[in-house]
Structures are given as C-alpha cells and as structure tokens.
C-alpha cells in the first residue's frame, strides 16, 4: 500500500504562487509515475500533470508554462509549483501513483480570489 498526504494548499490572489507538496509512504514510489489532478466545483477530475519516474513531464495545456511539477525520489515527495495563478485555477488538487494512478491522497483546496 501507498499512503499520499498532500499539502500547500489555500487562498491566493490572482497571480500568485503556490507550491504543493505530496509525500508518499514507502520507497516504491521512486518506481511509479505520479501526477497532479485537479477538480473544480460541479466539475470532472483532470489531470494537471504527471512525471515519470524518470522525470519526463507532461502538461495539461492550461497550465503549460506557468506549473511546474517535479519530485524527489529520496524524499518521496512530489511537488507542484504553481505560478501566474487564475481564478480559472480555483479547485481542489490531488496527487496520484501507482499503476492506472491507483493512489490517491487526500484533496487540498487552492482558492484563486481577489
């Protein structure tokens, strides 16, 4: 089993910053893919972004050039440095692993309001 706690979250102006953390227990995670999803009110879950184990990184178009994931396979933690935030940004994130993102850790809640 795979434990995810997620935190960072909060309100943040429009063009802001903020970054979030996701730690995993165990060392296995050094070996999965891992990503950022996010969900807004009376929306679907979409990914944000995923790394490999290797660090490829993929981008969901609107956040391409103002996110920034990446991990640390020694700490087990994944993060995402979130930059030039939008209201459009307000949802409630989540971090994944594990084969088919079978891990999920608990949500956190980025607010992007003046």
């Known amino acids: 089993q795979v434990q995810l706690v997620v935190s960072g979250g909060g309100l943040v102006q429009p063009g802001g910053s903020l970054r979030l953390s996701c730690a995993a227990s165990?060392?296995?995670?050094?070996?999965?893919?891992m990503g950022w999803y996010r969900q807004a009110p009376g929306g679907q879950r979409d990914l944000v972004a995923r790394i490999t184990s290797t660090g490829t990184t993929h981008y969901a178009d609107s956040v391409k050039g103002r996110f920034t994931i990446a991990r640390d396979n020694a700490k087990n933690t994944m993060y995402l440095q979130m930059s030039g935030l939008k209201p459009e940004d307000t949802a409630v994130y989540y971090c994944v692993t594990g084969v088919g993102y079978g891990y999920w850790g608990q949500g956190t809640q980025v607010t992007v309001s003046s």
């Open positions: 165990g060392n296995i995670i050094s070996i999965m893919g």
